[in-house]
C-alpha cells in the first residue's frame, strides 16, 4: 500500500491508515465521522491516534473512493464487504464495495471501494471526478 506513488500514511498506536490523493472526491465522510482524527485545517491532517483504532477504521471504510484505507497492527488489511455491492446514488454515480478489480489502459487496480461515474463525462474514468451531472448532487 505505502510504496503507491501519492500515498501517505499516518501511523497510531493500533493502526495506520493510508490516503491516496488521486482517489479522493471529497466525500467528506471522514470529516464528518471523526473530525478529532481527520481535519483538514491541521498538518499532518490525521491523527489516526485521537481516537480508539476500532472507531478510526469504521470511519474509514465510509470513505467511498477507497482514498482512505487502513492496517491494523499486525498487518491486517481492511477486509473487502461480502457480497460485492453496486448501488447507484440518486445524482447517478455508482458506489460500489467489495472484492473489486477496475481494469484501466494504466493497469489494473484491486480495490475494497469505488465511486463510479454514471453519466460518462467524467475525465478520470472510470471514476467519477464530479465534474458531469453524476457528481452534482
Known sequence: MTDRPGVKSYRAEG??????TALCRHAAECVHGLPAV???????????????????????RRCPTSALTYELTGGAPERPDSPTTVARTADGRLLLRGELLLRRPEGDRELTRAMLCGCGSSADQPYCDRSGACGQA
Open 15 to 20: 493502526i495506520t491508515v493510508h490516503y491516496e
Open 38 to 60: 481527520f481535519d483538514t485545517a491541521r498538518r499532518p491532517w490525521i491523527d489516526p491516534g485521537a481516537e480508539p483504532p476500532e472507531r478510526v477504521a469504521e470511519v474509514v
